[in-house]
Nanobody
Framework: QLQLVESGGGLVQPGGSLRLSCAAS????????IGWFRQAPGKEREGVSC????????NYADSVKGRFTISRDNAKNTVYLQMNSLKPEDTGVYYC???????????????????WGQGTQVTVSS
């Protein structure tokens, strides 16, 4: 059974850092585009970042550019989201999602992915 499991969330002070992980089980991430999304209380789920199947294409929401970095390690079947200089407005539940997209190795931050994880809570507060 295809599963995605997020981890690495928690409570952090403004200006701090967290690294989220998205681990796949039941399938290999090789050949899949991966997206990271977040949902704050009372708001719609929004795209944060995405990475193409070969890691060549990476996109970021304007609100996180220069602070967040997405990467993937296909050998470990895991995608990461390094989040630095965190702000209170980064608070929310973070989800990873996967879509089979081996070629072209592009990605999207639209919410069309068929496979989703359960999410991990990120809280940025002093």
């Amino acid at each position: 059974q295809l599963q995605l499991v997020e981890s690495g969330g928690g409570l952090v002070q403004p200006g701090g850092s967290l690294r989220l992980s998205c681990a796949a089980s039941g399938f290999t991430l090789d050949g899949y585009a991966i997206g990271w999304f977040r949902q704050a209380p009372g708001k719609e789920r929004e795209g944060v970042s995405c990475i193409g199947s070969n890691g060549g294409m990476r996109n970021y929401a304007d609100s996180v550019k220069g602070r967040f970095t997405i990467s993937r390690d296909n050998a470990k079947n895991t995608v990461y989201l390094q989040m630095n200089s965190l702000k209170p407005e980064d608070t929310g539940v973070y989800y990873c999602a996967a879509e089979r997209a081996p070629y072209p190795p592009i990605c999207t931050m639209l919410r069309r992915y068929p496979h989703w994880g359960q999410g991990t809570q990120v809280t940025v507060s002093s």
